[in-house]
Every structure is written in structure tokens, then in C-alpha cells.
């Protein structure tokens, strides 16, 4: 059974910083590709950042990129997501994923693509 568990969320002031982490089992953590992905009441689930199975290649939204930073440890089975210079725009329930496919050679960014989800973690910016 595949499980992922995020963690790090809360309330920070604009211009602050988090670091989200995201602890999985289950499944062969280091043989695929990880992504974070956001989500406000009412709106779509918004893609993020992603990275490679290797770790080798990342991926970014366009609204985060220069202010957030994706990675993982396969030794430890986790993905993080560090967060500066958080805006109230930032304001969202994160979700970590993994894809569905083993090995994929290109960083995925559509939710379809990732199959397992962790339960979420509310992140609040204050102005």
C-alpha cells in the first residue's frame, strides 16, 4: 500500500519562508518522479513543482519558480518543497504525488499523471 504523508504547513507572514516535506512508502520511492501540487476551495488543482525520478531534473509553475525549490532524499524516501518569499496568493492545501510511471524520462506536470496523493497540508500567508 502506497502512502504519502506531508507535513510542515502553517501560517506565515508574507515574505516568509516553510519547508514542506512529504514522507512516503510503499513503492519504490527512488524509481519515480514526485510533484507538489496546490489547491484553493473553489479553484482547480494547480500544478507546483515536480522532479525527476534522479532527482536530476525539475520543473516549476511559472507564479512559484525563483521563490520555491523542489527536492528529495531517496535514502530517506521523502520530497521537500521549500518555500521563500511566500505570498498570500501562496494560500492553498499542498499535495505531494508520485507518478504513475516508473522511470518517466521527462518531468510530468499534469495531475493525471500522478496516481497516489498524500492527505495534504494547509499552508496560510498573511498580508
Known amino acids: 500500500q502506497v502512502q504519502l504523508v506531508e507535513s510542515g504547513g502553517g501560517l506565515v507572514q508574507a515574505g516568509g519562508s516553510l519547508r514542506l516535506s512529504c514522507a512516503t512508502s510503499?513503492?519504490?520511492?527512488?524509481?519515480?518522479?514526485m510533484a507538489w501540487f496546490r489547491q484553493v476551495p473553489g479553484k482547480e488543482r494547480e500544478f507546483v513543482a515536480a522532479?525527476?525520478?534522479?532527482?536530476?531534473?525539475?520543473y516549476y509553475a511559472h507564479s512559484v519558480k525563483g521563490r520555491f525549490t523542489i527536492s528529495r532524499t531517496n535514502a530517506k524516501n521523502t520530497v521537500y518543497l521549500q518555500m521563500n518569499s511566500l505570498k498570500p496568493e501562496d494560500t492553498a492545501v499542498y499535495y505531494c504525488?508520485?507518478?504513475?510511471?516508473?522511470?518517466?524520462?521527462?518531468?510530468?506536470?499534469?495531475?493525471?499523471?500522478?496516481?497516489?496523493w498524500g492527505q495534504g497540508t494547509q499552508v496560510t500567508v498573511s498580508s
Open positions: 504525488a508520485t507518478d504513475r510511471a516508473l522511470k518517466r524520462s521527462v518531468v510530468a506536470s499534469s495531475w493525471h499523471e500522478y496516481d497516489y
Open positions: 510503499g513503492r519504490t520511492f527512488s524509481s519515480y518522479g
Open positions: 522532479i525527476g525520478w534522479s532527482g536530476g531534473s525539475t
